[in-house]
């Protein structure tokens, strides 16, 4: 069921891991601000896991600024006002560019040790 509140969702920051962009997210809701993480990366379907691509946090347009504040650490207007209109991403924080090199060595490691199991049990037979 896809429902439309008429409400756009906006991209107010990506971090580089789920973890990261959870604890954010739930910084979020703890000031009652609607708040969903998308991964921006390839997803659980390729790696069989997303938690180290980087993630987007979106909030509705609505509540845009105040989370824009909350992120900042602002105790004032001043981020407000040097924001502009439409999309702010805050950006990746305090984390590395995601490791490509290690995922594909991964993926390698993993196809050699299948290969391997699979001669295996067909000596076996």
């Not at 490509?100 to 060595?105: D, H, K, P, Q, Y």
Request: with cysteine; aromatic share 8%; hydrophobic share 45%.
């Amino acid at each position: 069921m896809n429902v439309d509140y008429g409400i756009e969702q906006v991209r107010v920051a990506t971090f580089d891991n789920e973890p990261l962009a959870r604890l954010w997210q739930q910084r979020l809701q703890a000031e009652d601000i609607p708040c969903v993480l998308k991964s921006l990366g390839v997803g659980s379907g390729a790696w069989g896991g997303n938690s180290f691509v980087p993630h987007g946090l979106y909030v509705f347009s609505r509540d845009r600024q105040r989370a824009v504040v909350v992120i900042r650490g602002a105790d004032s207007q001043e981020c407000l006002q040097n924001s502009g209109e439409g999309v702010e991403d805050i950006g990746v924080r305090e984390g590395r560019e995601p490791n490509l090199g290690g995922f594909l060595l991964a993926a390698a490691f993993t196809i050699l040790v299948l290969a391997i199991l699979s001669a295996i049990r067909t000596m076996l037979k």
